[in-house]
């Protein structure tokens, strides 16, 4: 049975076909996920929900765990792994309440752990093409069939937080070309790629940042009150999407890591080796 993961609100898995619900604490070496991860079936297919910011959203953006995040999904077995986000929209043609199946991003983040290497294993992974093509041609598939105005392809850009943009910061992601900016995609799909699980993301558009002249600045209440509306959308997109996902996973993602790690074998700490089983272990097994 495939697995696959779903990271966003904690309400999220408050799905009603939502079957055999469980509770997992998973210790990991890069410290304790958001949140247990909520574990479940849903049309045949085994789903793990991780509440990104945890429940009662008590993690900034810049705090929420996310090697631990992917590192919990991995060592569960999951292969796909569907990003849930809310976004501010960068262009005219996608107002709030849209979705957005981006394909690619810009890392603008300065204060997070990005990558699952280092301290005496170094590892490099391609990371051009940063979406699954296969999941995300799904999540059209499945954001369209959930009665959402769906646009496909897209920059997401990807901010430090927790404050929104300046004008000026908001017009210079414009002037890049980018279509939608949020918090929290970075470092998660680069994680998602060394741990070779496929990532793709539905952003959902809750607000036009502050840019927009005919709309006043980003304001919390606001968004919420998109949020709120573009849950029940999520859900149905989440339905739609379990089952049509495939069981082989998509071959842009799978080994990944295989030549990822540069570092000679016997200068590995063994310890280091250990912590990233999940992620790497099967190349270092003799």
Known sequence: MKTVGVIGGSGLYEIETLQNVEEIVV???FGAPSDAIIK??????????????????????????YRANIWALK??????????SAVGSLR???????????????????????????????GHVAFGDPVSPVLAGVLVEAAKAAGATTHVGGTYV???GPAFSTRAESELYRSWGATVIGMTNLPEAKLAREAEIAYATVAL?????CWHPGHDNVSVDQ????????????????????????????PAVDGASRFAVMTARDRIPAERLAALDPIIGKYFRD
């Open 27 to 29: 210790d990991t070496p």
């Open 40 to 65: 479940g079936t849903l049309n045949g297919v085994t789903m793990l929900f991780v509440p990104r910011h945890g429940r009662g959203h008590v993690y900034t953006p810049s705090e929420v765990p």
């Open 75 to 84: 060592s569960l077995g999951a292969q796909w792994c569907i990003s849930l």
């Open 92 to 122: 005219e043609h996608i107002p709030p309440g849209d979705v957005v199946i981006v394909d690619q991003f810009i890392d603008r983040t300065k204060n997070r752990a990005s990558s699952f290497f280092g301290d005496g294993i170094v």
């Open 158 to 160: 990807c901010m430090e």
């Open 205 to 209: 558009a809750t607000d036009y940042d």
């Open 223 to 250: 968004v919420i009150a998109t949020v709120k509306a573009n849950v029940v959308t999520a859900k149905k997109i989440i339905e739609l999407a379990a089952a049509a996902i495939p069981e082989e996973l998509d």
